[in-house]
């Protein structure tokens, strides 16, 4: 649904408790969803594809576990849409947060990045059987990658000349025979810790973390790979505050986190290929090529 006024006459349809919704403010658009902020103050994100309304389904049914865990940096959504006519993709509406997102590839703070570390030290030491208690899912993050390899492979041999591509091919080769990536370590993850799901107060602190919608048991390192686009300095940082909070990261961490983080582009082009999501597979593309240039 891309008419504003059409979304915000859904919403007080919907939910009259969330008047008034017009005039919305765009908030940004993801894969999923398109974030709005009504009137009111209230933040709906309104699903873009049939994912969306898994992601609200699981949003809705372990946040309230999450915010009790994490606090109001984790807000638990007001209101629930299943996919109808006016939402055929479901809607998830929570409290606005103060902030905004910080920019992407640049260093968005000392105290931010000690934020997001102590965060993220929580975060991996709620306790694992109550969060799949509470229908949070456990996932085997390398093996999910592996299976990306099938499906990212024909279009890449479509697009990249052959010298790329040999490299992209040897890359793969190393990945999937990595004996460092099987650690046994699981955790309470996020699982896409980058800029866009996060908000920065104007005082610069972590003021919110409001998508979990995939957070998921699995292993810790490869939450460390999204905040990899912030840059060296600041990922150094972090882990200095996530080990002061209580993490654990030693070097095999960091060698899988790295791994995980080289692998990223990739689990982005096979959400866009399965998808049809042409848009997002042409940028997809440009991101590998200019990580395996030659």
Request: proline share 7%; hydrophobic share 45%.
């Amino acid at each position: 649904m891309d008419d504003l006024d059409s979304v915000a006459a859904a919403i007080e349809r919907r939910s009259p408790n969330l008047r008034p919704a017009a005039p919305l403010r765009v908030l940004g658009r993801g894969f999923r969803s398109v974030a709005v902020e009504t009137a009111s103050g209230v933040v709906v994100r309104t699903g873009r594809s049939a994912d969306a309304a898994d992601d609200y389904a699981r949003e809705w049914r372990i946040a309230p576990f999450l915010s009790k865990q994490l606090g109001p940096i984790v807000p638990a959504p007001q209101w629930y849409a299943a996919p109808c006519d006016e939402f055929p993709h479901g809607a998830l509406a929570y409290p606005t947060l103060p902030g905004t997102t910080p920019h992407w590839g640049e260093h968005p703070g000392t105290a931010f990045i000690r934020d997001l570390g102590a965060f993220m030290a929580r975060l991996h030491a709620i306790p694992v059987l109550d969060a799949l208690d509470v229908g949070v899912t456990q996932v085997d993050a390398y093996a999910r990658m592996l299976g990306a390899r099938d499906v990212v492979m024909p279009v890449l041999r479509e697009h990249l000349e052959p010298a790329r591509l040999t490299r992209v091919k040897i890359w793969w080769h190393e990945f999937a025979s990595d004996e460092r990536m099987g650690s046994p370590r699981i955790a309470v993850c996020h699982h896409d810790l980058w800029h866009d799901n996060l908000l920065r107060s104007d005082d610069g602190r972590l003021s919110g973390v409001p998508d979990i919608a995939h957070v998921e048991v699995t292993d810790p390192a490869h939450d460390f790979a999204a905040p990899r686009y912030f840059g060296d300095a600041p990922m150094q940082e972090l882990i200095a505050a996530y080990r002061h909070a209580g993490g654990r990261f030693e070097s095999d961490d960091a060698h899988r986190a790295q791994r995980f983080f080289e692998a990223r582009e990739f689990g982005g082009l096979a959400w866009a290929i399965e998808h049809n999501d042409e848009t997002e597979t042409a940028d997809a593309l440009r991101k590998i090529k200019a990580c395996f240039s030659v």
